[in-house]
């Protein structure tokens, strides 16, 4: 056994914060007590003193871009899953997005494979919706289910037909398969480059408008209603889309939703190098950095706001990366050419702390929105330490203080907006299946 001794356990599932040993029996827990480890148990298991330290559930991130098969140069199933075990990830949903698209058994068996010989972190794919992602004809729903996708989603697009998207639903609705939206509508989208606003305006970029997202997810949540499938909502970032789905869930609309790290910390004003949000005690970045683009864009302050609140409310059940990986070539051109994205896998849980001590989010909600929350989207048995559950487990320091430096990032690519950003709060061992799979400094 290995006995993670008297650290401060953060376990919302169980609700639980306060002092605890953690025993971890082969791949899964066997207990958590008060009790600290005994001198006998010292003598005969693997005892680590936590006193200090912080000890959660693994972090499940459903929203990862891993870019195998096909953009090896950009990130692989095995580094992609190095980083995440860095930044406390112990379980990643793989976006369908690669080449080829993962719309058959074959590729998904494929990405599920690569990331059990990687071994880092539990990787599962998730599976396109339509064939190629090209909002068409539909994929083969249960053979993806077959091959051990826990949703659907054409992620990078929309399925800009409602017909489509209904069709979808209903397919999915019959195999207890969630639905994963990336809520953007093309024709109000098209040609923008950052968020419509003032900020666009005085930096003279076209704009991507706030309805572009919101029109879309209420299209969703409609079709969801009627057909009475399971509706995920990807990447919230308009204060109209939180508002949308809080009244969703009233009406007892099988909803769920994520945002991301970048939208809770940022806005359009990180787009004219101006630090505002979270950002206003860390270095200012440059104008018209590329690595403040990403879909949906950063926006404005009421949004980033409506996030936060969404995310304490529940209205948000999930924090997701949207980890998305770029090299040089995506990013170092003309803002407006410039590839969408940003990687997050190992900032994530350090920008939800800093969320959480500038008094956005209480600790135990945050504990919770990035482990059994987003667990709970999927129906997946991680984000817990309760007795019986897989032993995804992380110990943390969470008053070390580090300097953000994406040359250092396990992830192969560096397209990350907070670089020179100092943040407090850094993993120092995971643990998936009860088998070691980081070590800070080792
Ligand atoms: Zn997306």
Known sequence: MIILDSGRVIDPANGIDGTRTVLIDGDHIREVREQAATPA???????????GRWVLPGLVDLHVHLREPGEEGKETIATGARAAAAGGVTTVVAMPNTKPVCDS???????????????????????????????????????????????????????????????????????????????????LSAGGAMHEGPAATRLGLAGVPAAAEVAMVQRDILLAEM??????????????????????????VRVTAEATPHHFTLTDAAVAGVAAGLAAAQPAGE???????????????????AVISGLND???????????????????????????????????????????????LPLARAVERLTVGPARCFKMPYGTLGAGAPADVIVLDAEREWKVDPQRFYSRSRNSPFAGWTLKGKVSKTFVAGKLVHEEGK
Request: charge should be neutral.
């Open 41 to 51: 148990e010292k003598l005969v298991h693997q005892v680590l003193d936590c006193r």
């Open 105 to 187: 058994a074959a590729v998904a068996r494929f990405v599920a494979a690569r990331g059990r010989e990687a071994g880092f972190a539990r990787v599962i794919p998730a599976g396109a919706i339509t064939r190629g992602s090209l909002g068409e004809q539909l994929a083969d729903m249960a053979e993806l289910k077959e091959a051990g996708c826990v949703c659907v989603t054409d992620d990078g697009k929309p399925v800009m037909s409602a017909g489509v998207m209904r069709r979808a639903l209903e397919y999915a609705r019959d195999l207890e398969l969630p639905v994963m939206v990336h809520a953007e509508d093309l024709t």
């Open 227 to 252: 057909t009475g499938a399971r509706l995920h909502v990807a990447h919230v970032s308009a204060a109209g889309s939180a508002r949308a789905l809080r009244e969703a869930k009233v009406r007892g």
């Open 287 to 305: 104008p018209y950095d590329t690595h403040a683009k990403m879909s949906p864009p950063l926006r404005a302050e009421a949004d980033r706001q």
């Open 314 to 360: 529940g209205t948000i059940d999930a924090i997701a990366t949207d980890h998305a990986p770029h090299g040089p070539l995506d990013k170092q051109v003309e803002f407006a050419h410039a590839q969408n994205g940003v990687i997050g896998l190992e900032t994530s849980l350090a920008l939800t702390l800093a969320l959480v001590r500038a008094g956005g």
